[in-house]
């Protein structure tokens, strides 16, 4: 019997849904690119311009939209971690059905190993690049 994993899953309820990335960076950039290999409908929402965003061209050549805020209806909106989470566009968002998440949210959600701890201010880089060292270091496979 082939058992779908939770990420399967995940993916194909993701297939029918209009998604939002706020802010491209370095937390939204693997994440936008896994998105888009999954063939979901992606709209990436940041201040910068095209010519200040780096990632634009190889984004849009994957099949992003663009847009300056998170406007028009979205069914998935993902916030930076840097976002605070009461921020008026996204109780607005979430006034209107849209669900409001972020990548650690999901991760934990789907990730199939015990989850033991996590310290920091929602899943920053910085303490995520510290505990991955700290694991590897013991042998363990991050």
């Known amino acids: 019997m082939n ?15 209009k998604i939002a990335f706020i802010g491209v960076g370095v937390s939204h950039t693997d994440l936008i690119k896994l998105f888009l290999k999954k063939g979901l409908n992606v709209t990436v929402c940041d201040k910068k311009t095209a010519e200040q965003m780096k990632e634009y061209e190889e984004l849009k050549a994957a099949g992003a939209a ?10 998935v ?16 968002a979430r006034l209107h059905g849209t669900a409001v998440t972020s990548e ?17 201010s929602d899943g920053k880089t910085t303490t995520t690049a510290i505990i991955a060292e700290l694991l590897a270091a013991e042998g363990v496979t991050v």
């Not at 058992?3 to 993916?11: D, L, V």
């Not at 916030?79 to 109780?91: A, Q, S």
């Open 3 to 17: 058992m779908r994993t939770k990420a399967e899953i995940f993916f194909e309820n993701m297939k029918d849904k």
């Open 66 to 75: 663009f847009s300056l805020m998170a406007e028009g209806k979205y069914d």
């Open 77 to 92: 909106v993902f916030r930076t971690p840097g976002m605070y989470y009461n921020n008026e566009t996204l109780t607005q």
């Open 104 to 120: 650690m949210e999901v991760f934990f959600d789907l990730c199939p190993c015990p989850i033991y701890a996590v310290t920091g």
